[in-house]
């Protein structure tokens, strides 16, 4: 009621959009329709004077992320860097499910922003596309260990024909950094390896 009569707001909200690869994908330069009542969405923007933002409904973000576990039942704002900044609508949309969109020249980019934002569910999915696409990535290893890619690590590993081989590359690693999962696939590819090179080759 303003000044004795009823205001009606209404409009269109649009939620999906079919991009040029005939993939649907998400809308997250609109606002979130009832984010005023149910406060239930997180503001992506840059800079000070906030001049490029991204909008989404946090539930499906914060379940993911622990960085992004938002609890109280407000709006939230958070400042994002402005550098890569075209691939954080990448990242929303893969931590939202989207597959098929992207490619190798993003892969980087979007993984940082995975890794500061606490997003395991992009980085399993970026891994997948990897490896399902043949994405060469520039420094296998070190990649594989420094973002988790489990699908890439075991490609690296499979390369490897002796165990002296395989102790050349993991020294020039930061070990200290490494996971615990992963330093265990290493210490058993590794005993594999000294296996086979103990056995004595049979020749008929």
Not at 46 to 61: A, D, I, P, S, V
Not at 156 to 184: H, N
Request: proline share 1%; charged share 25%.
């Amino acid at each position: 009621m303003t000044n004795g009569g009823i205001t009606i707001e209404y409009g269109f909200q649009i939620e999906g959009i079919l991009s040029s690869d005939n993939i649907w994908t998400f809308n997250f330069h609109d606002p979130v329709f009832d984010c005023q009542e149910n406060q239930n969405m997180i503001t992506f923007y840059t800079g000070e004077e906030r001049t490029t933002f991204f909008f989404c409904h946090k539930q499906l973000l914060s379940h993911h992320s622990s960085y992004l576990n938002l609890e109280l039942k407000e709006n939230d704002m958070m400042e994002i860097s402005d550098y890569f900044i075209d691939c954080f609508d990448y990242l929303l949309q893969i931590g939202h499910g989207v597959r098929g969109i992207g490619g190798v020249h993003k892969t980087y980019e979007t993984l940082e922003f995975a890794l500061e934002y606490k997003l395991p569910n992009v980085i399993q999915l970026i891994d997948q596309t990897a490896r399902i696409n043949s994405w060469r990535l520039e420094n296998l290893v070190s990649e594989a260990i420094y973002y988790g890619l489990k699908h890439r690590l075991a490609e690296f590993l499979r390369e490897q024909r002796t165990a002296e081989e395989l102790v050349e590359v993991l020294k020039k690693m930061d070990l200290e950094t490494m996971s615990g999962e992963i330093m265990k696939k290493c210490v058993k590819r590794f005993l594999e390896l000294e296996i086979m090179e103990e056995e004595p080759s049979v020749f008929v």
